[in-house]
């Protein structure tokens, strides 16, 4: 049944649901309070990149189904739902920032009337709901308003496939029909797809995304690990997660071993849940540590160079890749930061290239000692390594001649595994992946018309 809703929060997690509900044929109102953002969504521009929006933007914006503004009051007295997906970024001691969280509530509560639903997508610390409940149970109570938490699993870069593939629905309420309504409203995706729809109260909800996340950042940290260990006993990590991976009850997905894992989830949910268990006098430590192994896996890269080159005063290193995971411009908790930095720090200068995160990379990232290449070749021209951070498919289709063309050294860190090695050690470069041996070329054995020549100028 067509609703009337307001998603406040236009980042990726708001603006591809609000559009996505739009398509599903809600009528939609996407709200945000950074004015610029508002004025830019109203022309149809998007304010990252995600494969698939601009598209789906472009048919719900023509077609009239979804409108942008600032005004929020308006927003929620207009709508029966109201979306929140604000931000909920880490404070520096690790514990959930739910300052944007407690505005959106303001000005929602400010205008609630008869009957509405608050339905929060961002991820919150368990126990949230509840709070907000409690502060604001008298405005709640007069206005018969609900709360809700329906956490969001999308990926970036596959966000708006996510959208209409979800895996699972979790529905956090405490009210049976506040939880019928969420389900209504995605019924046109999780409904007709048959995806499993799980009830639960507010607060299971709320670990159950914190623990998805903890899970999930566990695998890639185990798994680097173990590609730490296969280097040093000379395995191969592909090989080891192939055979790990058949085993059902672990099964093969999420099991790549890179640069250690980065995005604004994992490390913000895991510190999140680690300073939510303290609080309730639980210690986590087990958890706790996956951070700890994963700040190391995020120097690697730079040790590795490092180790291969002696010293990296004066070297010049290019850097491919910024953004977090490929098919976005996100570079919220990039491995890239650490390993520039390191380098920098180490006396290197950095060119760095990305298809399309360079612009955000470089306004968060204001340090001397390295620069953005506009282009992969720039980025190569005259550097004695370079270092391959995000899997982009412009990456993975590199082919030796480049490299040979613009490079004057021949060292390559391959943190993705994404290269042909054998491509590259055939032409003369020294390959370290992540998880496997390093690949050198062989020392080339000379030809017997070598030989007969040496022996005719040495006579
Ligand atoms: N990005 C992801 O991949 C992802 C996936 C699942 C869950 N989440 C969670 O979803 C939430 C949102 O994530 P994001 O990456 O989309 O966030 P974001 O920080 O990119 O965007 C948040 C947006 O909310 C706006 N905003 C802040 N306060 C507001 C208010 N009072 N009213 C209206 N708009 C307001 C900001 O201007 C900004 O545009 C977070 O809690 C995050 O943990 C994110």
């Not at 672990?250 to 949910?269: E, M, R, T, V, Y």
């Not at 210690?283 to 040790?303: F, G, H």
């Not at 590199?398 to 860190?413: A, K, S, V, Y």
């Amino acid at each position: 049944m067509k609703k009337n809703i307001a998603v406040f929060g236009t980042g990726c997690v708001g603006l591809v649901t609000a559009v996505g509900l739009a398509d599903i044929g809600h009528n939609v109102t996407a709200v945000d309070t950074d004015l610029n953002r508002v004025k830019d969504l109203k022309k149809g521009y998007l304010p990252f990149y995600e494969p698939g929006l601009k598209k789906l933007m472009k048919s719900v914006l023509t077609a009239g189904k979804i409108r942008f503004t600032a005004d929020s009051s308006r927003a929620v007295a207009e709508n029966d739902v109201i979306f929140v997906a604000v931000g909920t970024p880490s404070r520096p001691d690790g514990r959930a920032d739910l300052s944007q969280i407690r505005n959106a509530f303001d000005s929602i509560i400010e205008n609630l009337d008869s009957g509405k639903t608050i339905v929060i997508k961002s991820t919150i610390p368990p126990g949230t709901v509840r709070s907000l409940q409690e502060q604001h149970s008298a405005e709640l109570d007069a206005a018969g308003g609900q709360i809700v938490f329906c956490p969001e699993f999308l990926r970036e870069g596959t966000a708006v496939h996510d959208f209409y593939h979800p895996d699972r629905l979790v529905i956090g309420s405490s009210s049976g029909e506040a939880a019928r309504l969420v389900d209504d409203i995605f019924f046109p995706v999780a409904g007709k797809l048959d995806v499993p729809v799980l009830k639960c109260s507010p607060v299971s909800a709320e670990m159950i995304k914190y623990s998805s996340n903890v899970m999930l950042a566990s695998r890639i940290a185990v798994v680097n690990e173990l590609a730490e260990m296969s280097e040093a006993v000379g395995a191969d990590i592909h090989e080891i997660t192939a055979g790990v991976g058949l085993d059902k009850r672990i099964g093969g997905a999420f099991l790549q071993a890179g640069p250690g894992f980065g995005g604004s989830c994992f490390g913000k949910d895991v510190s999140g849940i680690v300073a939510a268990a303290e609080y309730h006098g639980v210690d986590l430590s087990l958890v706790r540590e996956i951070l700890t192994s994963n700040a190391r896996q995020r120097q690697r890269p730079a040790v590795k160079l490092e180790n291969a080159v002696g010293s990296l005063r004066g070297k010049r290193v290019a850097v491919l890749g910024l953004a977090f995971k490929a098919e976005t411009d996100d570079v919220r908790g990039s491995a890239a930061f650490d390993v520039i930095e390191y380098l920098i720090n180490k006396g290197a200068v950095v060119r760095a290239h990305d298809p399309e995160a360079e612009y955000n990379f470089i306004r968060a990232f204001m340090k001397k000692g390295y620069n953005c290449a506009g282009g992969v070749e720039e980025a190569l021209r005259k550097a004695d390594a370079v270092i391959i951070l995000t899997e982009w498919e412009l990456y993975k289709r590199l082919t030796p001649q480049p490299l040979i063309e613009n490079m004057r050294g021949r060292i390559i860190i391959d943190t993705r595994n994404i290269l042909n090695e054998k491509l590259f050690v055939n032409e003369g470069f020294t390959l370290f992946g992540t998880g496997r041996k390093e690949q050198k070329p062989k020392a080339r054995s000379r030809n017997r018309s070598e030989f007969v020549n040496a022996a005719i100028v040495s006579m």
